[in-house]
């Protein structure tokens, strides 16, 4: 029987988001949820819940670039209407933007996506080994 049908009881949602976006485990909040830039502790150093379930493969990536496009895309359109700089000022302006919103917004997201894995019990997660 999985496991979802012996607890049916869903962890809350809200709080494993969130703390996913501050990186850290989405069980307590307290623990770290990453070993370097992106990837993921086997288990919380302070809870110990296991973390090496999860499967974000390319999702936060996809979230990444939709955020980050958006973002862009109105800035671009602004600085053009307000401003008209020179299109090699403009293009080095947003390229930098864009690396730096994508490294700050790439492990943040992948936080988040471990979170709702967890809190949905998917890929192993809440199962008893």
Known sequence: ????????QERPMKPA?????RRRCPSCGDGALFEGYL??????????EELHHHRA????????????????GFAMHFMWVQFRPD???MGTILAVGAVA????LLP?????????QWAKRMHGFGQKV
């Open 57 to 72: 493969d390319d999702g936060p990536a996809y979230l990444t670039i939709l955020l980050v496009a958006h973002i862009l």
């Open 101 to 104: 919103l994508s490294l700050y």
């Open 108 to 116: 943040r997201l992948k936080g988040m996506v471990v979170g709702i």
């Open 39 to 48: 990837k993921v502790t086997h288990d919380c150093p302070v809870c110990q």
């Open 87 to 89: 299109p090699l000022v």
């Open 17 to 21: 988001i969130w703390h996913g976006l």
């Open 1 to 8: 029987m999985s496991d979802a049908q012996t607890n049916p």
